[in-house]
């Protein structure tokens, strides 16, 4: 595959219109295709909001808006993307449908054209069982907003052939990504460790050691963030955050999702915030940091010996997509030779294996 040009999105929804506009921004023609025409309507006035947006900051000039604008094809049939260099699946998080896009793409789509899912929780593997050849097959894992943050995780398949990774490497480059390369593991490289941090939190509320405002500030003193979990929860929805984390229950005790996730996620009711928390005593406080320490370094540990990412793909993703100042290596690196032990009791306590640290 020579460098890629054309590129298709099956699913015009928030993840699909966002990976749109950051495609034809970047000078590359896209064919969105959706099932919906209202969706693809609104995915191209999304698009022109953006655009209008950018010229108006004197980002990009009148006529590098028009060109972008002219660079988008929709449509409702997917044959719109046989000539396609690059196709990237967007539709709803569900194996069966997810199965008969790629079924079909694999029909259309010209057989030396690359093919990828932005799944956050399937395994590429049960995905790629619809494709003749997974080996043109690979993970691009957006974080939204897709035209804005800058992340990129970028999957390889038990079947991904290097020269697909290498032309995906290439264009998530093109389009001023930067990329974390990361295996077909459950929550891949960034949530493996971002879910287990905001189910601490949870955890800590139900254990009745402080409130959600104290327990955001402990979290926002730990990694030097602008925002705790539970507010980050909030906007993400607690519902999808109860699935990303159930997505992580298969490795282990110590991924099972807390009680009062369970609750909160069943109806995505809020958190609610105390907007000024008192403060807490000094050893309490530490405590929860601690804590929050732990449950972050535990995982990332876990996936550098399962070869899932390095730490330096790991802390590139916690700085650029979730703004952590002080990064999973800065903080192993803190703790030195007391890293090891120290997670070894916080897992034990836990009754997750050790085996992985
Ligand atoms: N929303 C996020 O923050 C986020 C982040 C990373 C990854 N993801 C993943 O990205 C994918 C899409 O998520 P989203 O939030 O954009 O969903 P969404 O519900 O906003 O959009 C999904 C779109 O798929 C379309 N669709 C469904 N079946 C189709 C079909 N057969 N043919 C064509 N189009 C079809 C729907 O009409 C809809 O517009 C999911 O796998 C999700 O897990 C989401």
Known sequence: ???????????????????????????????LVDRSAEVLDAAQ??????LARQVSKDRITQDEA??????????????????????????????DLKKNIFAELDMIVRPDAILATN????????????????????????????????????????RTRPGVLAAAKGFLEQTKKTVIACKDQNGFALNRFFC??????????DEGIATTGQIDAAARAAFGLAMGPFAVMNIIGTATNLNAVRNLSSLGPFYAPAKGLEMQGADNSPWQIEETPAPL???????????????????????MTEGTA??????????????FEHTPGALLAELGEGARPRLAAFAASRGHPTDKL
């Open 66 to 95: 028009d060109a972008a604008a002219a660079r988008l094809t929709t449509a409702t049939d997917s044959t719109a993307m046989a000539e396609c260099d690059l196709v990237i699946e967007a539709v709803f998080e569900n194996l």
């Open 1 to 31: 595959m020579s460098r890629i040009q054309t590129v298709g999105i099956v699913g015009a929804g928030t993840m699909g219109a966002g990976i749109m506009i950051n495609c034809t921004s970047s000078g590359l023609d896209v064919v």
């Open 281 to 303: 005593d000094d050893a309490t406080r530490q405590a929860l940091i601690d804590r929050f320490v732990n449950s972050v370094l535990l995982p990332v540990c876990e996936e």
């Open 196 to 205: 287990p941090y905001s189910n601490e939190a949870v955890h800590m509320l």
């Open 310 to 323: 390095t730490l330096e793909a790991i802390d590139t993703g916690a700085r650029l997509a979730f703004r």
């Open 119 to 158: 799944t956050s929780c399937l395994r590429l593997a049960d995905i790629a069982e619809a494709l003749t050849d997974p080996s043109r097959f690979c993970g691009m894992h957006y974080f939204s907003p897709a035209e804005i943050n800058p992340v990129v995780e970028l999957i390889e398949g038990p």
């Open 45 to 50: 006035a999304k698009q022109a909001k953006y």
